[in-house]
């Protein structure tokens, strides 16, 4: 069966610090990969969404970064932290069955990051 | 652009049938309807998806008028562990990746 792994749960950095948050999908290949953030009382933001390996597309311009080095992996980063990026991310996976058929998206359990 | 509108909250009672609108008036032929709900502090689960016939599972039945410009979950008996926030989302079946999520509706289940 298929799982999302998604660490840390909880994370408190410090203004200007770097960040990188990884998720790691198992049981199923060539995934659509995503990543959302959810501010205190607000909706999900898509930040990013990945095709394929190397393949990224961003939603909304920010100082946040994603890469995806293998076909499961995708990896949040940031150089420098703001106050402003203080939410819940959330990590989501999606297949897009023969035909072009996308399946419904199944999300990991977040990180809560604080930034001080 | 999330394509779709959902009141902010609502209460429904314990036991009883919670109904969901969603109104998504411009939606095109490709797309589906997609519920997710998500409860505090946890990722969002997939409840249920349709085109334009009416679709149950063991959670939920999903309504979707003929015209297919609004739908409506039913959670037929509602208990306190539905308390959550519902996300209505209509999304491309062929090949558009992206999925847009708006504010969805705050369901809370009143004992």
């Known amino acids: 069966s298929q799982t999302i792994h998604q660490w840390p749960a909880t994370l408190v950095q410090p203004v200007g610090s770097p960040l990188s948050l990884e998720c790691t999908v198992e049981?199923?290949?060539?995934?659509?990969l995503y990543w959302y953030r959810q501010a205190a009382g607000r909706g999900l933001q898509l930040l990013f969404y990945?095709?394929?390996?190397?393949?990224i597309s961003s939603e909304v311009p920010q100082n946040l970064s994603a890469s995806r080095p293998q076909d499961r992996q995708f990896i949040l980063s940031s150089k420098k932290l703001l106050l402003s990026d203080s939410g819940f991310y959330l990590c989501?996976?999606?297949?897009?069955?023969?035909?072009?058929?996308?399946?419904?998206?199944?999300f990991g359990q977040g990180t809560r990051l604080t930034v001080v | 652009d999330a394509k779709t509108t959902q009141p902010p909250s609502m209460d429904c009672a314990e036991g009883r049938a919670a109904n969901l609108p969603c109104n998504h008036s411009t939606i095109s032929g490709n797309e589906y309807v997609y519920w997710y709900r998500q409860i505090h502090s946890q990722g969002p689960q997939y409840i249920i998806h349709?085109?334009?016939n009416n679709e149950t599972n063991e959670m939920a039945s999903l309504i979707i008028t003929e015209d297919r410009k609004s739908s409506t979950l039913i959670l037929p008996h509602a208990t306190l562990r539905d308390t959550a926030v519902y996300y209505c989302i209509v999304r491309d079946y062929f090949g558009n990746e992206k999925l847009t999520f708006g504010t969805g509706t705050r369901l809370t289940i009143i004992p």
């Open positions: 989501a996976w999606s297949v897009m069955m023969t035909g072009k058929l996308n399946t419904e998206a199944f």
């Open positions: 990945s095709v394929g390996i190397g393949q």
């Open positions: 049981g199923t290949s060539n995934p659509n």
């Open positions: 349709g085109l334009k």
